[in-house]
Each structure stands twice: as C-alpha cells, then as structure tokens.
C-alpha cells in the first residue's frame, strides 16, 4: 500500500476554482428565479381628488368592486350639458321629421294676400301718378317714388309666395340629413363623456387581492398614475432565468421540475413562455466561455400549487 501525500496547495488549486465558480452563479444546471403573481396596475384617467377608498389594501376583492372613487362634480356637469345638447338636436329632427303646422301654413297665405293687395295698391298709384305728372299735377319725383314702392310690393308678394310654397313642400331631404347627423354626434359625445364619469369610478378588472393604494383620501392624483395596484390569479407562477446552454431544448409546453424554497417536495411546471431575447449583454458581443452566462426569462404555469403560496419566494429548475 502506498502512502501518498498530497500537498494541500495543490488540492485548493484544484476545488477552489470550481467552488468559486459555483458560487459565483455560472452553473448552468439550474434555472433560478421567484414564484410570481399578475400585477395589474389601474391607473387614472383624469386629475382629480381622490374622495373615497371602500376597500382597505390587503382585501380580497372581485371584478367590478369599486377600489378608488374620484371627484365626478365636474365631469357629471359636462355629461349634463351634452345630454342637454342631444335633447335640443332630437327636438329639431323632431321638428323637420313632422313638417310645419296648419297654423303656419294659414300664417304664410296670409302674407301672401297682403303683399297682393299692397302690391295693387302700390301699382294703381303708380299708374294714376304716371298720367297726372304730364298736367304737373305731381312731380316726377313723385312718380319715381312710386315705381320705387310699386316694385318692393313686387318683391314682397314674391318673397311671400316662396316661403308659402316652402312650407307646403315640406321639409328638404338635406335638411332631414343634416339633423339627422347632429344628433349622432351629439348621442356619441353623451356616450363619450358617460365613459369619462365611470373611469373615474376605479373598479377591479379582475378577482384578486387589492396590493396597494398609492394615493391617500383627499390627494389630487396625476392623469395616468396608478391608483389601484392588483395581485391577480388563483395560483402563482414561477419567473426563472434559464442559462443559456439549455435555451434550445426548451419551449412552451415543456414540462419542469420547479423546486420552492419552504416546500419539501418539487412542484410539477409547464412551460408557458420563454423569452427570445437573452438578458445582459448581446450574444453576438460574447465569446464562447461568456455566452454560458447569459439567461432567458422564462414563465412556468405551476397547475398543483397552492393558492396561498406568497410571490417572491426563490425558486430553481433543474434543466432537463
């Protein structure tokens, strides 16, 4: 039997370097990462006052509760105001629709025989003028004014006779049209500004857990700010970075082996998506010892897990 010594120098230059290499995060064996939940964000879609919040953060909440109430004065004065306008466009559809009255009508043919009998009246003193001025009985600038009025008597029947024939006619087809259209756009703008009034009511778009509420009672928020942050699904997914050696045998409805810090047995995953794009720096910028250390992130749906399991707990995936 020999009896062999070897130097201890000589056995930390050989385990030292591959136990810092395992340290420093370049074993690719593995695909670290976090259970995570959905977050959704709803975010404001006006600057106002925030004048309640009916749920306290932590609450577990379903689609359509109210999470933010925004100050609706304003917006619930415009809304009346294009209601307004939408009555007064439907009243004058409503009006060309139905056509002038009787009484309107009796009012125009009246004018009519007024300006007829002015019209006579106008012309007879013009003609018994016309005969008296050759015995200088009147002055031709008398008669002159006689023409004058004789010819807006003229001008009056006829103006009479057309909105006589107007009324009779009844409504003009362009008219009907362009009422018509007034009101579709004074319907669109109710719609419009009624979408307004509800964005300012905040409400879940999804059943989930109400993760925080970033502005307090009172405050003006900013136009396009989260007001209502959400955790959404029944079971948390896990968020991994897969080394860059296995990217290739990997896709979408892969199954894993997803291990959860806490939990003694593994959890059984599947692969929803996995990013195209690696993290860090470009692959084409790297040599062939530095691409081993570039990661994809990639999704995995764990269908057995528990609901109760918190997001951000660390998670690894032994890679196939």
């Not at 003229?154 to 009907?176: F, I, M, V, Y």
């Not at 905040?202 to 989930?208: E, I, K, L, P």
Request: some cysteine; charged content about 20%.
């Amino acid at each position: 039997m020999l009896n062999m010594t070897i130097p201890i120098p000589l056995i930390l230059a050989v385990v030292l370097p591959a136990f810092l290499d395992r340290c420093s995060g370049s074993d690719t064996s593995v695909a670290l990462g976090v259970l995570a939940r959905d977050r959704v964000a709803l975010t404001a879609t006006a600057s106002e006052i925030v004048v309640d919040l009916p749920v306290a953060e932590g609450t577990v909440v379903k689609a359509g509760d109210t999470l933010v109430q925004l100050d609706a004065t304003l917006q619930t004065a415009k809304l009346a105001l294009a209601q307004a306008e939408l009555e007064k466009s439907q009243a004058t559809l409503l009006k060309l629709q139905v056509g002038p009255r009787e009484e309107e009508i009796a009012i125009a043919e009246a004018k009519v025989a007024g300006a007829v009998a002015r019209l006579a009246d106008a012309e007879a003193t013009y003609l018994r003028n016309a005969r008296l001025v050759e015995n200088s009985v009147v002055t031709e600038a008398q008669v002159a004014n006689d023409l004058a009025l004789r010819d807006s008597a003229r001008a009056e029947l006829a103006s009479a006779r057309e909105s006589l024939k107007e009324l009779q006619n009844g409504t003009r087809p362009e008219d009907l049209a362009v009422a018509e259209a007034n009101v579709r756009a004074a319907e669109a703008l109710v719609e419009a500004e009624q979408t307004v009034l509800n964005d300012l009511t905040v409400v879940a778009t999804r059943d989930g857990v109400l993760d925080s509420l970033p502005w307090n009672l009172g405050e003006r928020v900013a136009l396009g700010s989260p007001v209502a942050v959400m955790v959404t699904g029944q079971t948390p997914y896990a968020r991994v970075y897969v080394p860059e050696p296995h990217r290739v045998n990997l896709k979408p409805g892969v199954n894993l082996e997803v291990r959860v810090d806490g939990l003694d047995a593994p959890l059984k995953g599947v692969i929803r998506w996995i990013s195209d794009d690696a993290s860090f720096t470009p692959y084409y910028g790297l040599n062939q010892d530095d691409r081993t250390r570039l990661v994809f992130l990639a999704e995995i749906d764990l269908p057995g897990a528990s609901s109760d399991l918190p997001a951000g707990v660390p998670v690894q995936v032994p890679m196939p």
